[in-house]
């Protein structure tokens, strides 16, 4: 198992270093797991001028999976575009066609009391949310920032998807239902915008191949109510790259914390990265404070996507129920009567929980 680690910036090292602990542990007992560290992001640009330097993207892509902490820090944010942390994560996911993005939202039971919404609206919770992730608004052309007719500054993107592209990660989403609850729920917005509509006659296509999945649409700003009025409603959510953004960061409350959800973002081959769902967090960064479950739940889903290994993501995922179960917490779900952990701390819990 080759695998590209680039920890990136802000708390990205520091819970990185807790999965690559979990992974060097199952690999004393005998997984063949190799791993080489890279430079991704604002550390990219640091030490070689470039947000995705080359050596960073030929790693990636002799590896078979690439696990990633997170991108960007204050300090890098009046860099031209080009040069932007986030433009390293950005051409990673397109260079390497990663267009289908996993994120699954599930309340463990210890952590219910954790969330911001009442215990028994998300109790039990288990939503796979599956975000396109090589097209929309992130990567339409024309873009930029120009001055128009009047004299003034005007930015514009472009929402754009062709219909192979919503073709494909809609099959995804269904295959992903046909193995859970056969419910998929298509969320755009085809009442005002023509690549919704798009999205929705080609999912309604898709779905005839998949008679047993129960299909359903939804504009995004009713999805986005529905997921804190009653989110166990949902099984499989399939949605565009924006939308699925800013639903994930909603949805990952449900569970208690943002660094709670990791996150596989696979391309046709199971080839695939893996990444928490957060960012690099300035504002707790190197304060070994941060959540690292999210990375490590991360490092179990490369498990059983990538290396189809689901005996060693179950064992990593029992790891963490067992750590929480055992009442260890860091800040970002601390409750009272459980025990604050560092972000150490809590990686070594997990390895010994394995
Ligand atoms: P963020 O996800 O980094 O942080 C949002 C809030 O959640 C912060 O208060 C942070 O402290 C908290 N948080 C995030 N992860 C946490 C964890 N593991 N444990 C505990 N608390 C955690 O989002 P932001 O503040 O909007 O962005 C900060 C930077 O990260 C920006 O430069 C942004 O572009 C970048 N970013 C990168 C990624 C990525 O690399 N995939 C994702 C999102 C944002
Ligand atoms: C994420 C992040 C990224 C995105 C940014 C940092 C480019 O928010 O992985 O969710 O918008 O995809
Ligand atoms: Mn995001």
Redesign the pocket.
């Known amino acids: 198992m080759k695998i590209a680690v680039l920890p990136?910036?802000?708390?990205?090292p520091e819970?990185a270093a807790q999965a690559v602990k979990v992974l060097q542990a199952l690999n004393s007992e005998g997984l063949k797991i190799e791993m080489e560290h890279a430079t991704i992001?604002g550390a990219g640009y640091d030490a070689a001028g470039d947000p995705l330097p080359e050596a960073t993207l030929a790693l990636s892509r002799a590896a078979d999976a690439v696990l990633?902490?997170?991108?960007?820090?204050?300090q890098?944010?009046s860099l031209p575009r080009p040069m932007r942390?986030?433009q390293g994560?950005l051409r990673i996911r397109k260079e390497l066609n990663l267009f289908a993005n996993l994120r699954p939202v599930n309340v463990y039971p210890e952590l219910a009391d954790a969330s911001t919404l009442k215990a028994e609206v998300v109790s039990g919770l288990d939503i796979m949310i599956v975000r396109e992730l090589t097209g929309d608004l992130y990567f339409g052309q024309p873009r930029g920032i120009h001055v128009n007719a009047n004299g003034e500054r005007e930015g514009y993107n472009t929402m754009r998807y062709s219909e192979s592209e919503v073709r494909r990660v809609a099959h995804i989403g269904f295959q992903i239902a046909m193995k859970r609850n056969k419910k998929l729920c298509s969320v755009e917005k085809a009442n005002v915008l023509e690549t919704s509509e798009l999205w929705r006659e080609v999912v309604i296509e898709t779905a005839k191949e998949y008679p047993e999945v129960a299909l359903s649409h939804m504009y995004v700003d009713n999805a986005a109510m529905q997921l804190v009025r009653n989110p166990k409603q949902f099984d499989v959510i399939v949605t565009g790259n924006i939308f699925g953004d800013i639903l994930s960061?909603e949805a990952s409350m449900l569970t208690g914390?943002?660094?709670m959800l990791g996150s596989a973002s696979l391309d046709q081959n199971r080839k695939g990265m893996y990444?928490?769902?957060?960012?690099?967090?300035?504002?707790?960064a190197g304060q070994d404070?941060?959540?690292?479950?999210?990375?490590i739940l991360s490092a179990a889903m490369m498990m059983r996507y990538t290396f189809g290994r689901d005996d060693v993501a179950d064992r990593i995922e029992n790891a963490v129920k067992k750590v929480i179960s055992s009442g260890l917490r860091?800040?970002?779900i601390y409750t009272a009567g459980t025990t604050k952990v560092g972000?150490a701390a809590m990686g070594d819990a997990v390895v010994a929980a394995l």
Request: with cysteine; hydrophobic share 35%.
């Open positions: 990136g910036d802000g708390i990205g819970v992001g990633l902490g997170a991108v960007g820090g204050y890098y944010d942390p986030e994560l960061d914390s943002i660094g990444e928490p769902i957060h960012g690099s967090a300035p504002d707790i404070i941060a959540n690292p479950l999210a990375t860091t800040v970002d972000c």
